[in-house]
């Protein structure tokens, strides 16, 4: 009794010993990383800053003191207060609720926008780098035409001629964005093609849909997030823009981008429905641009040095 | 401070460090060596030694996160660890010239090849007539004649040129090409142009035939000889190939992690190596006629941020004593050797007073 | 290979993607809108008002035939009249072009000047001062919001400092004569320095809010490639011929490092006629970004996709330029 269970303790102690050795070097990688990491504080305010910013978002109907659409004509444009800290707009309503109410909507869009363009991108990345040839060709040169156009002029005439909602921005962008994945997952599917190890399993007679889907894929797809995560910033920007336009979110939608512009006629003496909203996206890009920042430099070769 | 050593360089107690995020490397520990002018010093020992380190220490040109800590380098008469950049600026490329192990990449992409020797010409040029009005106590643009520098520019790309036919180039197919457009010798061939186009004292050659093909490495080696020989340059060959050193150098200095352990003539140090590191070097050394396996040393290079205590070679050694993990071997002349060879080791089979 | 020839297989390129942004242009004002008469005519037009609109721009003609009309017209120069001001649309970007490409030249002039110099130095005295103020403002100036940030200035310049204007090329009690379209030169040729002063002053602000992104970005690469080249083998090499620092720095460094950013500046130009959009809408700048978005909160189709057009041409006649500089400087790219 006693000698099998030392004897489990002696194989599991072991198989502990054999996975330090083993993965001994990716431990100290990922700790290394975290080294880095502490060592940039910039990086770390990043974090914090998305950090409060996803917190913000998850709790915003707890958060917001006011109805963010809620409209009081009697009080409108009131100036900072404390039961107001950023005032009220022009229809008398709490600019801070709608603040933190738009968080929810920056959300949603960033979510949407990554989840649309990537999948996009991955797909014409892989079939290009994977196929070759004259696929790739034609892939590329329809990527190619996408990026003849600066990225928000594209966009606005996208989500003009699909009139402009919240929904048609995004669906915009999406369409402008995914450029950027698809020619970094085709060149990582260029490389992972001309790999010994696809030409086996070709030979054991995979599928060229399965290789792509199970080999390519998965190599692909983290060049991708860490270029996401750096895009992130301009994502946002970018929405706001078309929101400030009036080609994006409609009112009375809180989105930041739009409440800017809702401020703007009342700029001279209410700066303060312009200013805050503003502020948030600000803060939010800096916050996504501080973190890509990091994750760019954790991952330079010549840093990790 | 001790007598010293050599006329044209005397490097003594040299120590370096380098800052890295897994800890401070400390690069060299203390190195000693030294030429006068005219002869060939050849620093050998295996990679991570700290020869190029050393090559570099003596330009001055150790770059962030490495630092020089402790030691002298007398150049001549002055110690090149204590002058500022601007002075040493008037040494480097015009007393000490450096050439490099991976020559295309040492040329800058840009800029034509005979451009980048014009450069170098040019700026030995300047500093000289700085050191002159220094001298004479005038400023040094005081009294030029006009038309004098567009004479002098003719005047350099024709030393260029020279330089270029001197190397074996034909400077009129070379003069214009980019460093991509060379191969590795003759990329090298441009880089000893360079460095020897300022008749400088010392020649720094850092591995300079490592990067480059077999049958080129012969070619360049023996230009450099019959070059170097002309001129009365003094060389400071860095190489890990003992081979190269006997060809081309009078002494030798056998670095091993960060230290000279052994020091002297060609023919000392073949004929009577004493430190158990330099015996265990020429054993691993092929020599024709001889069909007895090759020995390599057992072990590895030792970690410098965590160097062994006492002589950093006693974990290999194989007539390792008590003493040799307690306190660093003083560096001290061998005994029963004639003057002129030399014969210094760091060791305590030797140690005089034990 | 030869400049030339590069030249040549790269203008071909550009050919071939200048037809994808017609026909793309053509998808996006013709055939994503599901009713375009609609949408001009208000939802309660009597069908037959509507199907003589339809039929006077042509949207009764099966597709294919509407497309053949479409790229027959921009070959004759035709771009269609506007819905709204009813004139050539062709005529309206002309009039509304050299606006936008003053406020670029000087916006990119600005950010590639401030750039370089930020990033030269940053990377040179790294870690000090000046490299912290640098990182720092090339760091909001990607993260601040144009559009936000270009209103916060008028606040401050116009509203309380009252010390620049807030919008439009010039002051509305001058009337410049006007020969080429462009405000400055013109007033130059003319002699007018009271409207070029004017006009500098209504540039001011408009410059910065378009261009401090891209100087932002263009001083992060060069910090970033300058730090890259300081640790090249052949600035070591350039260090060893007893060059001061500075010759080091400024000739052996700078044109290396600056290849990486010609690179950036093209992609830039595109960020920059995105900016422009907005810029243009916020200080009132009658430039073809504004009339763009006039027109597309209007609907007006043919302004769209000329306009479109044109933006997507100057920025691939810049990319083309760009590229060919970049051969230019680099001689390794030429082989």
Redesign the interface.
């Known amino acids: 009794m006693k000698k099998t269970s030392s004897a489990a303790d002696s194989a599991k102690a072991s198989f502990f010993k054999r996975f330090m050795y083993e993965r001994g070097p990716m431990l100290d990688d990922v700790k290394h990383s975290v080294y880095l990491w502490k060592k940039t504080p910039l990086a770390l305010i990043g974090t914090v800053i998305i950090g409060l910013f996803l917190l913000i978002a998850l709790f915003a109907p707890l958060l917001a003191p006011y109805d963010p659409i809620a409209t009081d004509l009697s009080r409108k444009l009131e100036a900072p207060s404390a039961a107001h800290p950023f005032g009220l707009d022009q229809f008398g309503r709490d600019v801070l609720s709608r603040v933190i109410m738009g968080s929810r909507i920056e959300v949603q869009i960033i979510f949407i926008i990554s989840v649309i363009s990537i999948a996009i991108g991955l797909v014409v990345g892989i079939v290009a780098g994977y196929f070759g040839g004259v696929v790739d060709e034609i892939l590329m040169r329809i990527t190619d035409i996408f990026l003849a156009f600066p990225r928000l002029v594209l966009a606005m005439a996208f989500a003009a001629a699909l009139r402009p909602t919240l929904t048609n921005a995004i669906v915009a962008i999406s369409l402008v964005e995914w450029t950027v994945y698809a020619r970094l997952a085709r060149a990582e599917a260029i490389k992972v093609r001309s790999q010994p190890y696809i030409e086996a399993i070709k030979a054991v007679g995979a599928s060229d849909f399965k290789i792509m889907m199970f080999h390519v894929l998965p190599m692909s797809i983290s060049p991708v997030i860490v270029q996401l995560t750096m895009r992130m910033g301009t994502i946002i920007l970018t929405a706001a823009s078309l929101g400030f336009l009036g080609l994006g979110a409609q009112p009375p939608l809180p989105e930041w981008g739009a409440i800017v512009s809702d401020g703007r006629s009342y700029l001279m003496n209410n700066w303060w429905i312009t200013a805050f909203p503003g502020m948030a996206i600000a803060i939010t890009v800096l916050g996504f641009n501080l973190l890509g920042d990091g994750i760019r430099d954790i991952l330079d070769p010549r840093i990790r040095r | 401070m001790q007598r010293r050593r050599g006329d044209l360089l005397d490097v003594s107690g040299l120590k370096v460090v380098f800052d890295t995020y897994a800890g401070q490397v400390k690069a060299l520990n203390g190195v000693e060596l030294w030429m006068n002018h005219g002869e060939r010093l050849g620093v050998v020992g295996e990679t991570g030694c700290g020869k190029s380190v050393t090559a570099l220490s003596v330009m001055r040109l150790i770059e962030e996160p490495g630092r020089i800590t402790g030691g002298s380098i007398l150049f001549e008469d002055r110690d090149l660890v204590l002058l500022p950049e601007n002075v040493l600026n008037a040494i480097r490329g015009k007393d000490i010239a450096m050439i490099f192990q991976e020559p295309v990449a040492a040329l800058n992409p840009v800029m034509k090849v005979g451009a980048q020797i014009v450069e170098n010409i040019e700026c030995q040029r300047k500093s000289a007539a700085s050191v002159q009005a220094s001298r004479k106590g005038g400023p040094a643009s005081g009294n030029r004649p006009q038309g004098r520098v567009g004479v002098q520019r003719i005047s350099s790309i024709q030393i260029m040129r020279d330089m270029l036919s001197h190397v074996g180039l034909d400077w009129q197919r070379t003069e214009n090409l980019y460093p991509h457009e060379l191969s590795g010798g003759m990329a090298q061939r441009v880089m000893i142009a360079m460095a020897l186009s300022s008749k400088p004292k010392l020649l720094i050659a850092d591995e300079p035939t490592s990067a480059l093909d077999v049958t080129i490495q012969a070619q360049i080696l023996n230009l450099l000889n019959s070059l170097v020989r002309e001129t009365q340059t003094a060389v400071l060959l860095i190489t890990h190939a003992m081979g190269v050193a006997a060809q081309f150098c009078d002494f030798i200095a056998v670095m091993y992690a960060g230290n000279v352990v052994e020091y002297g003539s060609i023919r000392v140090i073949f004929n009577n190596p004493l430190h158990p590191y330099t015996k265990g070097l020429l054993k691993a050394v092929p020599k024709i006629g001889k069909t007895d396996e090759l020995q390599s040393i057992p072990g590895i290079v030792p970690d410098l941020i965590a160097p062994p205590d006492g002589c950093r070679f006693h974990p290999r050694c194989p007539y390792r004593r008590p003493e040799c993990d307690k306190a660093q071997p003083r560096f001290e002349p061998a005994r029963g050797e004639a003057e002129t060879d030399r014969h210094h080791v760091a060791c305590f089979l030797y140690q005089q007073d034990q | 290979m030869e400049l030339g020839s590069f030249i040549i297989k790269r203008l071909s ?1 550009m050919v ?3 037809f ?2 017609l ?3 053509f998808v ?2 013709r055939i ?3 009713d375009p008469v609609g949408a001009i005519l208000g939802g309660n037009a009597p069908p037959e008002t509507v199907d003589a609109m339809r039929h006077q721009l042509g949207l009764d003609k099966p597709i294919f035939a509407q497309l053949l009309d479409y790229l027959g017209g921009i070959f004759r120069g035709n771009l269609g009249n506007s819905l709204v001001s009813s004139r050539p649309v062709m005529t309206d970007i002309m009039e509304f072009l050299p606006a936008t490409i003053e406020l670029a030249i000087s916006s990119i002039i600005f950010a590639v000047v401030l750039g370089i110099v930020l990033g030269l130095l940053s990377a040179v005295f790294r870690n000090r001062f000046i490299d912290h103020f640098s990182r720092v403002f090339s ?2 100036g ?4 144009g ?3 270009g ?2 200035l ?2 401050i310049f116009y ?1 309380r400092l009252g010390w620049l204007p807030s919008g439009g090329q010039y002051d509305m009690f001058l009337f410049p004569t006007r020969t080429t379209g462009f405000i400055l030169l013109d007033a130059a040729i003319h002699g007018e320095w009271d409207v070029f002063f004017n006009g500098i002053k209504h540039l001011i602000l408009p410059t910065f809010i378009l261009g401090y992104s891209s100087t932002a970005s263009i001083a992060r690469i060069m910090r970033a490639s300058m730090l ?1 080249v300081l ?4 600035i ?10 500075k010759v080091v720095i400024l ?2 460094a700078l ?2 490092a600056l ?1 990486p950013v010609i690179t950036i500046i093209g992609l830039e130009f ?6 422009a ?2 810029t243009e ?1 916020i200080f009132s700048w009658p430039g073809l970004g504004r009339y ?2 006039n027109s ?2 209007t ?1 007006d189709y043919p302004a ?1 996709s000329g306009g ?1 057009i044109f ?2 041409l100057i ?2 006649v810049v990319n083309l330029a760009v590229d060919i500089l970049y051969a230019a ?4 790219m030429r ?1």
């Open positions: 390129l071939l993607v200048i994808g942004v026909i793309i242009v996006v004002t994503i809108p599901a760091i909001l990607i993260s601040l919001p559009f936000w940030l209103l916060i008028i606040l509203y890259d640790h090249q083998n052949y070591r090499t350039a260090r060893a011929k007893g060059l001061p620092r000739r052996h044109k290396n290849i595109g960020g920059l006629l995105s900016g959009v907005l809408t763009i978005v597309l909160l609907l769209i479109t933006i997507a920025y691939s400087v680099d001689p390794r082989s």
